[in-house]
């Protein structure tokens, strides 16, 4: 029996396999994205030129462990690829959750930069529709529990995430994380937008129209959605 992680490894090495040289690449987070990471830089290793722009600090630092260049925005703005990972992903749409590893404002900023987002999943990660789990939500640390209060009143039923000494978690971008949990999801485009429209909102996990395919490894074989 193939382990997750092994299935992880797979669709990340297959995502690593389209990357061209001279690429500026949007470098994701996560345990799927790391691993995507591992394979870049051994390619890296072996004369490839590329360089990526970090969605963590934790990518960040692993990507300078690992010997692969790391880029910014103030050098580029628009990005060939960005490989990241996903929490749920609706097969159809491509339709995604992200962030409950906490990087989602960033990720979601690297996805939009990028000419194409390549998703890298095992098939645990495929829902039939999004919302099988909790919605991050990314809001500013300054007056949280006023917007965590509207959320609440907003039928969002949000959850503080927290950090494992019970501070209230903090992201790269120095905000906190509302896991919202808003019942079943009809209508992933209105929620988004009625997520955004209370004051204090940052940025949302739902990744509508960003992802351009996305590489599901299961125990099987690597396929992928998408074109
Ligand atoms: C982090 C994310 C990750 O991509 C997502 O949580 C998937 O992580 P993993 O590959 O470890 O399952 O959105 O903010």
């Known amino acids: 029996m193939i382990g997750q992680d092994a299935l992880k490894r797979r669709a990340a090495e297959a995502a690593v396999a389209e990357v061209e040289d001279?690429?500026?690449?949007?470098?994701?987070?996560?345990s799927t994205a790391e691993l995507a990471l591992h394979a870049l830089a051994v390619r890296v290793a072996a004369g490839l030129r590329v360089s990526g722009v970090p969605t963590s600090a934790r990518t960040a630092g692993l990507a300078r462990q690992l010997g692969v260049p790391l880029a910014d925005f103030a050098a580029h703005t628009r990005l060939d690829l960005a490989i990241?990972?996903?929490?749920?992903?609706?097969?159809?749409?491509?339709?995604?959750?992200?962030?409950?590893?906490?990087?989602?404002?960033?990720?979601?900023?690297?996805?939009?930069?990028?000419?194409?987002?390549l998703v890298v999943v095992d098939e645990s990660k495929l829902v039939h529709r999004l919302g099988?789990?909790?919605?991050?939500?990314?809001?500013?640390?300054?007056?949280?529990?006023?917007?965590?209060?509207?959320?609440?009143?907003?039928?969002?039923?949000?959850?503080?995430?927290?950090?494992?000494?019970?501070?209230?978690?903090?992201?790269?971008?120095?905000?906190?994380?509302?896991?919202?949990?808003?019942?079943?999801?009809?209508d992933a485009a209105a929620l988004?937008?009625?997520?955004?429209?209370?004051?204090?909102?940052?940025?949302t996990g739902l990744f509508l129209g960003l992802a351009w395919r996305?590489?599901?490894?299961?125990?099987?074989?690597?396929?992928?959605?998408?074109?």
Not at 91 to 117: D, H, T, W
Not at 214 to 227: C, E, R, T
């Open 192 to 203: 988004d937008r009625r997520l955004r429209d209370v004051i204090g909102v940052v940025e």
């Open 22 to 30: 001279g690429m500026v690449l949007g470098l994701g987070s996560g």
């Open 84 to 117: 990241d990972g996903a929490d749920e992903v609706e097969p159809v749409s491509l339709a995604l959750i992200k962030g409950r590893g906490g990087a989602l404002l960033r990720e979601k900023i690297v996805a939009a930069a990028s000419r194409r987002m």
């Open 214 to 227: 996305v590489i599901v490894a299961s125990a099987k074989d690597v396929g992928w959605l998408g074109p």
């Open 132 to 186: 099988r789990g909790a919605i991050p939500v990314e809001i500013v640390a300054f007056g949280w529990q006023a917007t965590f209060a509207r959320l609440e009143a907003a039928g969002m039923h949000p959850v503080l995430r927290r950090a494992t000494d019970g501070a209230p978690f903090l992201t790269d971008g120095g905000n906190h994380i509302a896991d919202c949990s808003p019942g079943q999801i009809d």
